[in-house]
């Protein structure tokens, strides 16, 4: 059994004239990502990895997460997370070490919000920083597919944490 956290990036900032790729998280998304982090140890979830989004907001919430879970592996950025389709999560999941339990992906919509639909069937509104729990009955990554039959364990969401 595998574990997947699927979190959209935590709220970011339109006040600045930059592109959508170098977005950097608003003080809302400052103050959720961190508190998300502290949500995931506290439930006993802390990822034995991260893999985020390159994109400048997806980066700071997976940093602020992982250090405030308690995550002691390394946070991988994935460059083809940036506005990805459901099967690139797929399959950088899928390449990923057997000996990882609980994955933290850090993307974006729509692609995290389909993606949380095919594994699980289940669809609810997905607002930034909010962190699906996926039970996955597969023993390794590389047998995770859009076949995959999961589980919706959780859906936090900042707005009802805080």
């Known amino acids: 059994m595998k574990t997947l956290l699927l979190m959209r990036h935590a709220k970011s900032s339109w006040s600045h004239d930059l592109t959508d790729y ?12 961190p508190m998300m982090g502290e949500h995931l140890k506290a439930q006993g979830r802390t990822p034995d990895l991260v893999l985020c989004s390159s994109a400048k907001r997806a980066r700071q919430t997976a940093k602020a997460v992982h250090a405030a879970s308690g995550c002691e592996t390394e946070l991988i950025q994935v460059e083809d997370f940036y506005l990805a389709e459901p099967d ?10 057997s000996a990882a339990d609980v994955i933290l992906v850090v993307g974006h919509n729509p692609g995290v919000a389909e993606l949380l639909e ?8 997905y607002p930034t920083g909010t962190i699906a729990e996926i039970e996955l009955p597969i023993a ?13 364990k959780n859906l936090w969401k900042p707005r009802f944490l805080s």
């Open 22 to 33: 170098e977005r950097p998280l608003n003080g809302r998304g400052k103050q959720n990502a």
């Open 88 to 97: 690139v999560y797929i399959e950088a999941l899928s390449e990923r070490n």
């Open 118 to 125: 095919i594994l699980t069937g289940d669809f609810d509104a």
């Open 140 to 152: 390794n990554w590389a047998a995770l597919s859009d076949e995959t039959a999961g589980t919706l």
